[in-house]
Structures are given as structure tokens and as C-alpha cells.
């Protein structure tokens, strides 16, 4: 399944189009070594984030991407492709983000989202709650990472 | 308490130095528009993390930060003042990572770390794993981000 499996275009998504069970899969993004460095540089100095033969010799064999660099491609491929451009409110939260595999230079990131959940809100009706699981694979199909997202969205008009 | 009061400094830390009930306070660190902008551009292009004059109409009535750009900068304090930097093997993962206020361009940030647990592995029991909690606050003292987050890190040599 794909993007265009998805009831309604990401310009005029809306709460009601987020419905439990849906699959996504969207994708790809490389994530090259000057940009892994770069990031961490600035984010993560640590430093198998940051030198490349320091990270030669360390535990992870070689560099690895930051976590919160993996995260912010993965935000990446899901705002292009599955936040609703017209009704997002943002996001409340995450739970259980796992970081299962090192991302290193060269690997190439795609996403899958499931929903979960989707909930109106009570105390504001205009509004509702869907939580995905959103799980990011590398090009050998491999989890590198997953987490359950939860995010708030406008309901159509009048509904 | 802060960093002083650890009871290693931050290039000789090592698991054992990692104890249950430890509060530390670092920072801070200034969010720039700018870098709130490149941030988002790249990584979560929403209109309330890019365009000043749409964000002012929208629903948080003003540009606010990415809650993955919070996530880097809360790391760049958490690296720099809390992580070993020569026993850290990185990280498993996070849980009840919240957004609970917006982060707004001007905005200063600091952190403080509560150690909730730290556990020896018992299948490679040259390493332990940490357990802490992080709030992120801002120039109010209002927290703004906060998340469990698990370290892995190697005990000293011998013991």
C-alpha cells in the first residue's frame, strides 16, 4: 500500500481520513556521511557520530548516525507524506522509541506507518488524537528504528 | 546540583558513576528563528516550524520550534555535560518523550537529569544500562519537553 491508498490527499486530509488499520509506506531518503557528521557535530558530538576513524575502532565498527538525526529523516518522509497539510495541530508526544539498528552512512530510509487509534476529542470536538506506529527500515528491509507517535488533527468542517 | 557534584568528570565516567536518585542541571542554550527555520526546512517543513507570517495566524500564533529540533538541542546539553565520553555505547531508545509547551524562536533552554535506575547487564556484564529522566525547561522555568531516556555504558576496567 501507498500514498495514494490513502483516502484523501495530504492537502486536504483531515482527521476523519485517519482511520485505524491504514498501512503507509513511503520513502526513500539517503542519508549521506557528511550530513551524519555535520548534524551530530552541531547536535551529538559524540564520537561515533562525528570521526570516522575513532568510530573505525569503537564498538558500532564505523560511524553511525545520530538517533535524533534518524528521527528527524524519518519526521521528514512522514510530514511529506502522511501529516495532513491543512489540519495538523502538531504532536502531544512519542512513546516507546527504539533505536534497533546503527544507521550509517550510505543507507538508504524509508518508513511505514500503521494507525493505531484515532480518537475525537471530548472536551474540544473539533478536533481528534491518532496514534501510529511508525516503523523506519533501511535498503536491506531492516528495522532501524520505531516508536509509537501520537498526533492531533482538525476535523472537517461542520462533521 | 550540577555538574560539579557528579561524582566523575564527564571523560572519566564510566556505569558505576552513574547512581540512582543524581539530579544534574546544565545549561543553557538560545534557540535562534533562523535556526528554528533551517531546522524545519529540512527535516519538518510545517508551516508553524517555517513561515513566520502563516504561524502567526495559525494555531500556536507564531513560529515554534520542531519538537525533533527540541530533541537535538536538549542532546547537544545532555552530550556535553552528562554522557561519558569514553564508556558510552549509545542509546536503546526513549519513552514518554511529551511536547508540553511550544518552543519559540528567542527561547533559552536548559535541562536537568534525574537518574532513575542503573542496572548492570547480566549477559555482558562488562556494561550496564541507565535509566533518566530529562525535563527540558526554558527561561521560565517551564518545562517544555521531557522524556525517559535508557544510556548504555561500560563499567570501569577490572570491576
Request: neutral net charge; proline residues 6%.
Amino acid at each position: 500500500m501507498n500514498t495514494s491508498d490513502f483516502p484523501a490527499p495530504i492537502t486536504d486530509r483531515y482527521f476523519e481520513d485517519y482511520r485505524p488499520g491504514f498501512v503507509g509506506e513511503y520513502g526513500s531518503i539517503t542519508v549521506a556521511e557528511d550530513a551524519v557528521i555535520e548534524f551530530a557535530k552541531r547536535f551529538d558530538p559524540q564520537e561515533f557520530h562525528i570521526d570516522p576513524i575513532r568510530a573505525a575502532r569503537g564498538f558500532y565498527g564505523g560511524l553511525i548516525a545520530s538517533g535524533w538525526h534518524t528521527c528527524s529523516l524519518m519526521m521528514r518522509l512522514y510530514a511529506d507524506h502522511y501529516v495532513s497539510k491543512v489540519a495538523s495541530l502538531g504532536s502531544p508526544g512519542v512513546d516507546e522509541l527504539r533505536w534497533t539498528r546503527p544507521v550509517r552512512p550510505g543507507d538508504t530510509l524509508s518508513i511505514r506507518v500503521t494507525i493505531l487509534e484515532a480518537r475525537r476529542s471530548t472536551s474540544k470536538p473539533d478536533r481528534g488524537f491518532v496514534r501510529s506506529q511508525i516503523e523506519v527500515f533501511n535498503q536491506d528491509k531492516e528495522i532501524v528504528m520505531s516508536l509509537k507517535a501520537m498526533n492531533l488533527f482538525l476535523c472537517r468542517k461542520g462533521s
